[in-house]
């Protein structure tokens, strides 16, 4: 019922800022909860940051904590990840997920999101 779709992704150098976008269609996803996950080249999906259908609450991966930050604009029926100081450590394919679930804060499961977005690929150069 809902599309996701990323962009704002890139080749970049450590220490740089990029801002994702996940810009949403076909229904609104105010009464949803979001997330980022991420993909590396052999690893296994992982969370990365997690928001509320209201906005008020976030969660966020220990590894990225202090150096994301993940918005949204229900009017807009877009969710952001603006992320800063990037570690090459970061490179991966970025995933935007949404949740049916709304009153779920189980943000870091990836079994509460009904939706999922193509990714974007970051990359970051030492």
């Known amino acids: 019922q809902v599309q996701l779709v990323e962009s704002g992704g890139g080749l970049v150098q450590a220490g740089v800022s990029l801002r994702l976008s996940c810009a949403a269609s076909?229904?609104?996803?105010?009464?949803?909860?979001m997330g980022w996950f991420r993909q590396a080249p052999g690893k296994e999906r992982e969370f990365v940051a997690g928001?509320?259908?209201?906005?008020?609450?976030?969660d966020y991966a220990d590894s990225v904590k202090g150096r994301f930050t993940i918005s949204r604009d229900n009017a807009k029926n877009t969710v952001y990840l603006q992320m800063s100081s990037l570690k090459p450590e970061d490179t991966a394919v970025y995933y935007c997920?949404?949740?049916?679930?709304?009153?779920?804060?189980?943000?870091?499961?990836?079994?509460?999101?009904?939706?999922w977005g193509q990714g974007t690929q970051v990359t970051v150069s030492s």
């Open positions: 997920a949404g949740s049916s679930a709304a009153l779920s804060r189980r943000w870091y499961a990836e079994d509460i999101y009904d939706y």
């Open positions: 076909g229904r609104s996803i105010s009464n949803y909860p």
């Open positions: 928001i509320s259908w209201s906005g008020r609450s976030t």
